[in-house]
């Protein structure tokens, strides 16, 4: 890889938990096995390239502070490609496999969509240039449908047609460069669809509307032939009041009620389950059970600010439970880690970028020796299962069966003496996952 842009950055190594080298890995090694599979493997790390190369570090205080030598600011063609290179410096020099974009992010948007199309086009020949170069890939793209002034009122849910339209041809072209780059999946976040007041939204058409919207690009998938995982990112607000795609739930019943279930999972991030008032595993456990569990913009929130902070992860209670869920649902296939974050306004630097991903990678490298030690040892797992061994056997089962009825059940609880329950243990098992954190 060249050094052109980070020239005092040497390639990222792993030194071990003793080492004092802040550039250097104390936890994540990428052919490291865990559990029969390279951790490499295990997380699929992918970089947020609207975050690690487009965010200015702007707050609604103050303009941004990012300093980023290699940008000339400007909003050319040549600058966005050089900037590719910079990303894929970065990437390679801190050992990360996968990136995601917007096609905004990559190449800027025209005065037209033929344009923009085409602007669009000459990046992503530098990105497969780069691609091929490093061997990274795409593990997803999207198309940025909330910036534009025109998705004023949303995209796939403006009350305007054209406008409704004109995201549509947007994400076609999204979509198809996506395929061009090989990229693993497509994820559809959904920025502006929701509403800012109830009064002037029609709440059931516009949810129609995003239906059909989904439904059109999944067609024009199986026409292109792309073979990538669609996903779903749920997010509660932030910009709009309400955003339809809320959380977990609600996108999972969005996809039943409209017969989508069969084409998207959910692409899950940190932040937007806390902005939704739900834990990081509560929205992973909703996923896994609803068997949509796909990919996980890792970040984390701020509990004292309560924005979309998009803050690097370096929790490990969390990078454990995340890990934990993605142990039991046997690893990622399309999905991956997509550090969906930014180093904060404060840490203007380039080399802040690399502290950043330095510290969630080695963060999410011990929640995943920990998750994985934690599924050896098996005590939680199997407290978990005798909690609910009653319905193994005997009336428990008849009722998972939907062999028993309320009649049978009232003759049960007749001819039985009162129930008896067990403690739910919640101090000794915080304690047995703090015996290996
Ligand atoms: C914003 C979202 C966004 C999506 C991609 O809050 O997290 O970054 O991941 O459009
Ligand atoms: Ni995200
Ligand atoms: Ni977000």
């Known amino acids: 890889m060249s050094d052109e842009f980070f020239p005092e950055i040497p390639k990222i190594e792993h030194e071990g938990p003793g080492s004092r080298n802040p550039l250097a890995f104390k936890h994540y090694n990428a052919g490291e096995m865990v559990g029969g599979k390279a951790m490499r493997d295990h997380f699929r790390f992918a970089c947020a390239y609207w975050h690690t190369m487009r965010n200015p570090l702007a707050d609604p205080f103050g303009p941004g502070t990012a300093e980023r030598p290699w940008d000339d600011g400007t909003d050319s063609v040549d600058n966005a490609k050089k900037r590719v290179w910079a990303a894929f410096e970065f990437m390679g020099k801190c050992g990360i496999d996968y990136y995601c974009f917007h096609d905004r992010d990559v190449a800027p948007e025209g005065a037209t969509l033929a344009e923009s199309n085409a602007n669009l086009d000459a990046v992503a020949d530098e990105l497969e240039k780069a691609q091929n170069e490093t061997g990274i890939k795409l593990l997803w793209g999207t198309a940025c449908l909330f910036a534009h002034k025109r998705y004023n009122q949303g995209a796939a849910t403006s009350p305007y047609a054209d406008v409704f339209a004109y995201a549509a041809a947007q994400v076609k072209k999204a979509i198809e460069v996506t395929h061009r780059l090989g990229g693993q999946g497509y994820t559809f976040w959904g920025g502006r669809e929701g509403y800012a007041t109830l009064w002037n939204t029609d709440l059931k058409r516009e949810l129609d509307h995003l239906a059909r919207f989904l439904h059109m690009a999944v067609d024009y998938k199986k026409k292109i032939g792309f073979e990538g995982q669609f996903y779903i990112e749920p997010k509660p607000r932030e910009p709009s009041t309400h955003q339809y795609d809320s959380d977990a739930a609600a996108c999972l019943n969005f996809l039943r009620e409209h017969g989508l279930k069969d084409h998207l999972k959910l692409n899950l991030e940190t932040n937007h389950a806390t902005l939704a008032g739900h834990s990081m595993m509560h929205e992973m456990e909703v996923a896994l059970a609803g068997g949509v569990l796909g990919s996980v913009d890792a970040n984390t929130g701020d509990e004292l600010i309560g924005w979309d902070t998009d803050q690097f992860p370096t929790n490990i209670y969390l990078t454990t439970q995340i890990m934990l869920c993605v142990l039991r649902m046997g690893g990622f296939t399309t999905g991956g880690l997509n550090f969906d974050a930014k180093p904060r306004r404060e ?8 502290h950043a991903h330095i510290g969630g990678m080695d963060a999410f490298a011990r929640g995943l020796k920990i998750a994985h030690a934690i599924l050896e ?21 008849r009722i998972e069966s939907g062999e028993a009825g309320f009649e049978e059940l009232e003759a049960h609880v007749l001819a039985n003496a009162e129930p008896v329950t067990r403690s739910g243990r919640q101090e000794m098992l915080e304690n047995l996952i703090n015996e290996f954190i």
């Open 347 to 354: 840490s203007f630097e380039p080399v802040d970028l690399f």
């Open 377 to 397: 040892d098996g005590r939680l797992d199997q407290f978990r299962k005798d909690r609910y061994s009653s319905y193994d056997s005997g009336i428990g089962a």
